[in-house]
């Protein structure tokens, strides 16, 4: 058995071994001794740190819910105006699956096993609304500046959350039949559609 002194390193430990047995059974089926034992650790280690599988997998989609997050709120920080701001967050979004490694991770952490876990539609919740109240903030700051006049921020951030999620649904289970991406331009028709029903002069181009 693996010994670790510090508590962080262990969770991580056990964590990363989760997802690789999520992976290597294709997310239908993993028991915490299979986790264990491709973590090198105890029944004890787990325990000190999961109540059971359930806030483990829930854990596994946090994190990885706040890394998407941390990296598509980094990309807007130094957006000069709300239109690039609005710019930038929609093609972060568009290009979460773009890599076959992205692809399988949300595959993975969208299966059966991890949303069979209880408490796996509020985290979710949790993080649609997190993205929203980013979108809302977006908005409020083109209202302010006559980017977006037509914008009405908390309604118009839960429809556009609702537009990427479907372009992200088909780019996560209908990927392209010729192999090519075609993320860009998926990106491309978003924007555009987007900064039309907000009113923005010029549409995407004049971002």
């Not at 299979?34 to 650790?41: E, P, T, V, Y």
């Not at 977006?138 to 006049?149: A, C, H, M, Q, T």
């Amino acid at each position: 058995m693996a010994v670790l002194d510090d508590q962080d390193d262990e969770r991580e430990l056990i964590m990363n071994a989760a997802y690789r047995c999520l992976l290597a059974s294709e997310g239908v089926s993993v028991s915490i001794t299979d986790i264990l034992h491709a973590a090198g650790l105890s029944t004890r280690a787990f325990y000190r740190h999961f109540a059971s599988k359930d806030s483990l997998l829930l854990a596994l989609f946090r994190r990885d819910c706040e890394r998407v997050t941390a990296e598509l709120t980094s990309s807007i920080t130094a957006a000069a105006t709300a239109r690039e701001a609005l710019h930038r967050w929609i093609d972060g979004v568009l290009h979460l699956m773009s890599t076959q490694p992205r692809r399988r991770r949300a595959l993975i952490l969208s299966s059966e096993e991890t949303r069979r876990a209880r408490g796996f539609a509020a985290e979710r919740e949790r993080f649609q609304t997190t993205q929203e109240e980013a979108l809302a903030a977006i908005l409020r700051r083109g209202v302010e500046d006559g980017s977006f006049p037509w914008a009405d921020p908390r309604a118009d951030a839960e429809q556009i959350q609702a537009v990427l999620g479907r372009a992200l649904d088909r780019q996560l289970l209908c990927p392209s039949a010729d192999g090519t991406d075609g993320t860009d331009e998926t990106a491309d028709r978003v924007t555009d559609f987007v900064f039309r029903a907000l009113g923005a002069s010029g549409g995407a181009t004049a971002a």
